[in-house]
């Protein structure tokens, strides 16, 4: 039994958190070198006395140019380009939503197209969600859309979802592995209207059937033998493991973290239903949305928000 304790996701805080701590120590000694003490570096640098602690604690990022004035106030300028690699690394083991979309929705899109056409095989597991590189245009600008609440609305959300209809190309190309696995659930919660989630789930079914795409579906019946869904991820090869969380997009690279989540998605796999099995559980899904659609026809009775 995998448990919580021993989860991925814990795994990858921790991974990342060790980073920091690495960084600044690093900058601590580079200080002490110089026969500073953290009051005397933040007041030539004009700095609250906190910030120096919470960089060399690992409480707080440096930016780049916090690296090139603590080493340029250390008379350590030879240090810059190591720090800043690592700081880079750091940056993108763990990037913070706020800062990947203070480009726009576009670039974020565009880097994950350019990313993902590196790999040949990718195995994807989502409880919550139809994974992007499946989604309808409909669907898709619906999750782009709800983000805005969070991180303040997006004025490309259009060219966006043109990028990420560009990645599905990936999909057909018979160089390419997929092995996708959703839950029932990822089906079934309201993350749209219905009749926008109707086209979405002839989308998949539509997907199942090319011959690089083997889809898999856990239906709400079937008991986990070991791991259980907390969150989705995206395994790329044996090199890169993907993971969003709400605040962050975790970009995992470690031996031991790509093992670990072979195990979780060989285990999350293992129990899912395929071919027809998994087409009757969609089916269920569609039937009982096109119901409830015959029901409450446009403009009458209760609203789907």
């Known amino acids: 039994m995998i448990s919580s304790r021993d989860t991925p996701s814990g795994a990858s805080a921790t991974n990342v958190h060790e980073a920091r701590v690495a960084l600044g120590k690093r900058l601590r000694e580079l200080r002490r070198q110089a026969n500073l003490s953290g009051r005397q570096l933040a007041e030539s640098l004009a700095w609250p006395p906190s910030k120096v602690s919470k960089l060399e604690n690992g409480r707080q990022t440096p930016t780049d140019d916090d690296v090139r004035n603590w080493t340029s106030k250390t008379n350590s300028q030879d240090e810059s380009e190591a720090l800043l690699a690592s700081l880079h690394t750091l940056e993108t083991q763990h990037a913070d939503w706020q800062r990947l979309l203070r480009a726009g929705m576009q670039t974020h899109q565009r880097t994950i197209l350019h990313q993902d056409a590196k790999y040949r095989f990718y195995r994807v597991f989502q409880p919550s969600a139809v994974p992007g590189i499946m989604q309808t245009p409909e669907y898709a600008k619906v999750q782009l859309r709800r983000s ?158």
């Not at 592995?177 to 079934?188: C, G, M, Y």
């Not at 989630?197 to 059937?209: E, F, G, K, S, V």
């Not at 493991?241 to 060989?266: C, D, M």
Request: aromatic fraction near 8%; include cysteine.
């Open 148 to 305: 805005e609440p969070l991180f303040g609305p997006r004025d490309d959300v259009d060219a966006a979802v043109q990028i990420r209809m560009q990645r599905q190309q990936l999909l057909y190309e018979p160089d390419r592995r997929f092995h996708i696995v959703l839950t029932e659930a990822a089906l079934r919660y309201r993350r749209c209207e219905p009749e926008v989630m109707l086209a979405q789930l002839d989308r998949l079914i539509a997907l199942a059937t090319l011959p690089n795409v083997k889809f898999g579906l856990i239906g709400f019946e079937t008991p986990y033998a070991a791991a259980a869904p907390q969150h989705g991820f995206w395994l790329l090869d044996s090199d890169h493991v993907r993971v969003e969380t709400f605040s962050a997009e975790l970009n995992l690279a470690q031996p031991q973290e790509i093992e670990h989540y072979g195990k979780v998605f060989e285990s999350l796999a293992g129990i899912a239903s395929y071919g027809r099995a998994a087409r009757q559980i969609i089916m269920r899904v569609i039937d009982d949305l096109s119901s409830e659609v015959e029901e409450d026809p446009p403009g009458e009775g209760k609203s789907h928000a």
